[in-house]
């Protein structure tokens, strides 16, 4: 144990290989676990992904930047319907179409974070509270005032085929998997690659002086304004990073639902993301991840809960909601810090036990 | 010319319950510096258990009252066990402890009462007023709301102008150390305020949902346009909640009738902006600077 | 260091987690396609369907799966179809096209579903199209009037309609207001989607010069309609049209009546059950008024008819329909609706489809059946289906009626036609078919 750590020192003493080693291994298995799985099981693990990426991006700029945001969800809608109108034109049956719709839809998000941004920036508190809960409401409706966005019934997202990917995927994950690519393991792929991909660029950014400006900045912004840091523009900086995530979210979840309509962002939709990062544990990107594993299981384990409790299917389904709002509240009453924060002590505990290190506390992004 | 009076005293009456709501936020605000995601949680909730007594054959009246009433004890209840020991802590825990609040309340409602669209009776007649062989666009019904909200206000004048009581409210929320020492409890007065608020927010619930559909969702809209309308009006002044609301209920009748729902909460967020970018303690708060 | 090794720790549990949950559903592999058809055994057919259940559109809607599930308990006791029983499950989606994406998904992967068969709603249902049909899943008999379900059978062949499409339904409306009210001034009330563009397209094609105002609404959105019947009103409009979903016509009343716009009503068969919509509005003008008294507010409003339903008590097939609701209905269900009704009606073409496709069924087997058969059918309806190799459309043609005391009374006899430019023609020849004595399609 002890030589192999020290055979990995060169690679994990540098914050970004270290990242991208642990993203790599985390890939290797997230893929491993989809290739076994049932398509239905497929449809979960991607809906986790993009719900990941988005709550990332949220927990980044709620537990680093100290910003709330009930607006993501808006956010989420911008990136679908940039993602969705690009596979439109551009017939969306090639990779490459899937890869310039959702870079063009973070390239939106990237422009709509800063417009959101700057104002936002201003505000603090319930102020921003209300006035993101109202950006959530507002921006979904904006698809009834141009034909182009379909209306309330929405437009319908075109996905590439499996059998008109390039060969060499294909080959891949035959080999890898030894399951034929289909349409369903496609997009769990597609959505697992792009989430190790945000993440490590999410917690590189977290430990760079951008990140710890952030955290001056939450933790004090007098002190940080006097020791020359610039509020808003980190401030605007935050919730750019955080829309480009919410964007991709945005476009991937377009691909999965294959339904791009306003009736897809709703309120709720903001606040579950929000207790997704608030579960987890703000500004925790393993938090975030724990977090979206919950929106994407929690609901059938609910239902089923609700249903086995005797309530008719309609009423199951409201058992959801009351369990992430019970979360957001028992969290900030009982354990501020999250599931992740909480363990943290906990985990400490037991590799101090299997190690002799320095104890130096460190935070994780 | 008919539409226009016919829209402006729609918005008349969607404001004036827009301002019993802004009003109820408002108290909380000056109380606890909290602003309250739940009150149209809250109020939903009571106006549910106003339309069980309904059904169960309760005369209208008595029905309105126990929904005051489970108003104000919901209100009371929750700011002693779930708000208390989040009071004077970090702005953002009250926050997102009232949106989770919201999501129960919501979730809890639908389980009990069901999701079904269910009509909601109204005291008095929702069909327009004729006069001679022109029909005006308002109802009875509207009227009514109108006179309500007016009470209420009153009501709420009287008591922190004229009451000890009143006073004694005021004085836990305008500081609260120096008021302990003068001996007033505090901790109770902080209690009266949110269940002061939830019975005001139950009144502007029994407005909205008289003569139309409620569910579980009906009061959703009210979550931004209170919130709208108190920031408006600069969250702390009571005066400035009810002008705020009714400014905000014309223009998004104007908005609907002229142009179209879906703009409407972009219409809102516009007024929103506006206000707490170049106003920001609102358009009647005294001119003491804060930051917002 | 640490942290690296602490953060693997992490990602190691989450995804252990993950696997176990992927280990939970492992045995549910989808069969593989050779031999049988997904969700037939032979001794059960598994159907699937979403419905709103809950949200605006349920009033009225959320019944009609008990009318399915009502007919396939009478089928299936009597020893089902081919010596195979029905089973259909239902999702709710709210009216919300979003989610019938997310329920569809989970009746294809979960449920494994052979056919979608009366999925609901326009603006739902079209979510989940193009989906079924990429899959090769059939998707019988949609529950909406929308001509995408059958006017391209090349892009859609697993989709087929049933009831009359909301542009013939447009034409015969327009074509009698043309000929009885020539001086009527017509506002449309639309329901913003392909709904009320259909309804508009087949209206239009007759009462364009009439039409002096046309308002919409979103599914989900405001209900206070105030603004549009202002709007009516100050254009001087006295008879409006509606292709809406019956809360709406409740709603739309209840905001005439508050702005004081008085008007003759003429809404379309979808929205027109002077029942549910008489019990809403009385439940949300005065209070205590019995329903009786809220149907009565409907008198006078005119809609369309294509099947009997329960004011006509003696017609054959509403007496097969009391007959099985009165011994399969589930416990808690109320009294026999044309909603459920309408249920039976569908639930029955599907049983008749399933007959004639014989013992051996495949995905691609009930289409044929359909496109072959189909346009023979006798059932309920008033006038024959339009079922062929060039047309998914369903029922040709309905009535024009008028509703008195919570009845209907024909104003029109049965008028048939098609999509386009075809002609409206009288033709009663498929109203006077009656049910097998068996009641079960043979």
């Given at each position: 144990m002890e030589r192999l750590r020290s055979l990995l020192r060169p690679v994990t003493s540098v914050p970004l290989a270290r990242h991208v080693l642990v993203a790599l291994i985390a890939l290797v298995v997230a893929m491993a676990v989809i290739g076994s799985s049932s398509q239905y099981l497929q449809t979960r693990y991607a809906e986790m992904a993009y719900f990941a990426i988005a709550a990332g991006g949220l927990t980044l700029l709620t537990g680093l930047s100290g910003q709330l945001s009930l607006g993501h969800g808006a956010l989420m809608a911008v990136g679908a319907y940039a993602a969705t109108l690009v596979l439109e034109r551009a017939g969306g049956e090639t990779l490459a179409d899937v890869f310039l719709a959702l870079l063009t839809a973070i390239a939106v998000c990237a422009v709509v974070g800063v417009v959101v941004g700057v104002p936002a920036a201003r505000l603090h508190g319930p102020y921003i509270a209300g006035a993101t809960l109202t950006l959530a409401v507002a921006v979904p409706r904006l698809a009834n005032q141009w034909e182009a966005l379909g209306g309330e019934q929405g437009l319908q997202v075109p996905v590439p085929r499996a059998s008109e990917l390039p060969a060499w995927i294909q080959d891949l994950i035959w080999f890898f998997t030894a399951v034929e690519i289909d349409q369903y393991s496609f997009l769990a792929y597609l959505g697992w690659l792009l989430l190790a991909i945000t993440f490590v660029a999410l917690a590189n950014l977290s430990r760079s002086r951008v990140g710890r400006r952030w955290r001056a900045v939450r933790d004090d912004d007098v002190s940080a304004e006097l020791a020359g840091i610039h509020l808003g523009r980190a401030r605007v900086v935050a919730f750019t990073v955080s829309a480009m995530c919410a964007g991709l979210a945005g476009g991937l979840m377009a691909m999965n639902v294959r339904l791009t309509a306003p009736g897809a962002f709703t309120i709720t939709l903001s606040l579950t993301l929000l207790a997704a990062v608030v579960l987890g544990g703000l500004g925790s990107l393993t938090g975030a991840l724990i977090g979206a594993g919950v929106l994407a299981f929690l609901p059938h384990f609910a239902t089923d809960l609700?249903?086995?409790?005797?309530?008719?299917?309609?009423?199951?389904?409201?058992?959801?909601?009351?369990?992430?709002g019970l979360v957001l509240m028992l969290v900030i009453l009982l354990a501020p810090a999250g599931i992740v924060g909480s363990l943290r002590p906990l985990l400490a505990r037991i590799s101090s036990r299997t190690s002799s290190l320095g104890a130096t506390k460190e935070k994780t992004p | 010319m008919q539409q226009f009076l016919d829209t402006t005293l729609g918005g008349l009456v969607l404001g004036a319950v827009y301002a019993a709501f802004a009003l109820a936020l408002c108290l909380i605000w000056r109380s606890t510096r909290i602003v309250n995601f739940a009150q149209a949680a809250m109020a939903m909730v009571t106006t549910y258990i106003a339309l069980s007594l309904i059904n169960a054959d309760v005369p209208y009246w008595v029905a309105f009252v126990a929904a005051l009433a489970a108003g104000f004890g919901l209100g009371a209840l929750i700011e002693r066990v779930i708000i208390r020991p989040v009071e004077g802590k970090a702005e953002l825990n009250a926050v997102i402890l009232t949106l989770g609040l919201f999501m129960v309340l919501h979730g809890l409602t639908a389980i009990t009462f069901g999701v079904?669209?269910?009509?909601?009776?109204?005291?008095?007649?929702?069909?327009?007023?004729?006069?001679?062989?022109?029909?005006?666009?308002?109802?009875?019904f509207g009227i009514l709301s109108i006179v309500v909200v007016a009470v209420v206000m009153a009501g709420l004048v009287v008591l922190f102008r004229f009451t000890d009581l009143g006073l004694r409210m005021r004085a836990s929320a305008f500081n609260g150390e120096v008021s302990r020492l003068l001996g007033v409890r505090v901790g109770r007065m902080l209690t009266?305020?949110?269940?002061?608020?939830?019975?005001?927010?139950?009144?502007?619930?029994?407005?909205?949902?008289?003569?139309?559909?409620?569910?579980?969702?009906?009061?959703?809209?009210?979550?931004?346009?209170g919130f709208i309308a108190a920031v408006l009006g600069g969250l702390d002044s009571p005066l400035g909640s009810v002008i705020g609301g009714l400014i905000l209920g014309l223009s998004l009748s104007y908005v609907t009738g002229y142009v179209g729902e879906h703009l409407a909460p972009l219409v809102a967020l516009g007024i929103l902006m506006v206000v707490l970018l170049v106003r920001p303690s609102g358009l009647f708060a005294a001119a003491a600077a804060r930051r917002v | 260091m640490r942290t690296t090794a602490r953060r693997a720790v992490q990602a190691v549990c989450v995804l252990t987690t993950a696997s176990l949950l992927a280990a939970c559903g492992a045995g549910k592999e989808r069969p593989s396609e050779d031999g049988t058809a997904v969700g037939v055994t032979d001794t059960t057919i598994k159907v699937g369907a979403h419905f709103p259940l809950t949200g605006p559109a349920a009033p009225g809607y959320s019944e009609i799966p008990s009318g399915h599930q009502a007919f396939y308990e009478y089928v299936n006791d009597a020893g089902g179809v081919h010596g195979r029983k029905i089973e259909m499950v239902v999702k709710d989606d709210a009216y919300n096209p979003t989610n019938t994406s997310a329920v569809t998904n989970d009746m294809i992967l979960q449920d494994e579903i052979f056919a979608m068969v009366a999925g609901l709603g326009t603006p739902t249902h079209r979510a989940v199209v193009q989906r079924l049909n990429d899959d090769g899943i059939p998707d019988l008999f949609v529950s909406s009037g929308s001509l995408q379900w059958g006017d391209d059978p090349k892009k859609s062949p697993m989709t087929f309609g049933w009831q009359p499409d909301y542009e013939i339904e447009g034409k015969i409306i327009g074509k009698y207001v043309k000929e009885n009210m020539p001086d009527a001034k017509v506002g449309l009330f639309?329901?913003?989607?392909?709904?009320?563009?259909?309804?508009?397209?087949?209206a239009r094609q007759f009462l364009d010069s009439q039409i002096v105002d046309v308002q919409k609404y979103t599914p989900g959105g405001s209900t206070d309609f105030s603004p549009q019947m202002s709007s009516f009103k100050s254009k001087g409009v006295d008879l409006v049209l509606g292709f809406n979903t019956p809360s709406y016509t409740a709603l739309s009343q209840i905001a005439a009546q508050g702005v004081g716009f008085k008007s003759k009503w003429f809404y379309s068969n979808v929205g027109s059950d002077p029942a549910l919509v008489g019990g809403l509005l009385a439940s949300m003008t005065k209070g205590k008024i019995p329903a009786e008294q809220g149907v009565k507010l409907m008198d006078g409003m005119m809609t369309t008819e294509y099947i009997p339903g329960v004011d006509a008590p003696e017609d054959e097939w509403v007496k097969l329909w009391q007959k099985v609701w009165d011994n399969y209905s589930k416990k808690g269900d109320e009294k026999l609706t044309n909603y459920r009704i309408y249920g039976m009606s569908q639930a029955y073409t599907f049983v008749q489809a399933l007959q004639a496709n014989g013992k051996d069924l495949t995905r691609e087997s009930i289409v044929e059946t359909l496109e072959k058969e189909g346009g023979s059918f006798e059932g309920p309806g008033l006038a024959p289906f339009r079922f062929s190799e060039?047309?998914?459309?369903?029922?040709?043609?309905?009535?024009?009626?008028?509703?008195?005391?919570?009845?209907?009374?024909?104003?029109?006899?049965?008028?048939?036609?098609?999509?386009?430019?075809?002609?409206?023609?009288?033709?009663?020849?498929?109203?006077?078919?009656?049910p097998p004595s068996s009641g079960i399609p043979e």
């Open positions: 609700g249903e086995s409790l005797g309530f008719s299917a309609t009423q199951a389904a409201e058992v959801t909601p009351v369990v992430y | 079904q669209h269910r009509g909601f009776p109204a005291p008095v007649s929702t069909n327009a007023i004729e006069v001679g062989d022109t029909s005006i666009g308002i109802t009875p009266l305020g949110w269940a002061l608020a939830a019975a005001v927010g139950a009144v502007a619930g029994m407005l909205i949902a008289g003569g139309d559909l409620v569910n579980p969702s009906f009061m959703d809209p009210f979550v931004i346009y | 639309l329901q913003d989607d392909d709904f009320g563009e259909d309804g508009e397209k087949g060039d047309s998914h459309m369903g029922i040709s043609g309905t009535s024009v009626v008028e509703i008195k005391n919570g009845a209907s009374e024909p104003l029109t006899p049965v008028q048939v036609t098609d999509i386009g430019d075809a002609p409206i023609e009288e033709d009663d020849s498929a109203a006077s078919d009656a």
